[in-house]
């Protein structure tokens, strides 16, 4: 029973602005000496995403709890871990393959 809470959980945060965020972080990242990152700070991340700091802390906290992402070093940036890389990219499938089926293209 407790997997299947936390399985829900998991869905709940991925199919919600924490996952709308996470793909924001995901692009957002560039190569550096140490490998990737978010160079943003949380004012600019907040602007890009069109919500306020106080709408995005608590997203942010949700993607580092969940283990997707992780603090760069303490006040500069994030990373998106190899977990938060997955999960973009297997959302991203199953959105994709949504979008193929038969019963998909019936509603539209």
Known sequence: MDHLNAQR???????SDSFRLLC?????????LDGKRVRESQEEIAE?????????NPLMQQLVA?????????????????????VVEHIGKLAAMEEQ????????
């Open 9 to 15: 959980g998991l869905v709940n945060l991925f199919t």
């Open 101 to 108: 089926s038969p019963v998909a293209r019936k509603h539209d």
């Open 66 to 86: 969940s283990g997707c992402i992780q603090k760069y070093r303490a006040r500069s940036g994030y990373t998106v871990t190899q977990l938060g890389a997955d």
């Open 48 to 56: 890009l995403f069109h919500v306020s700091k106080g709408k995005l």
């Open 24 to 32: 924001l972080l995901d692009r957002l990242q560039t190569d550096t």
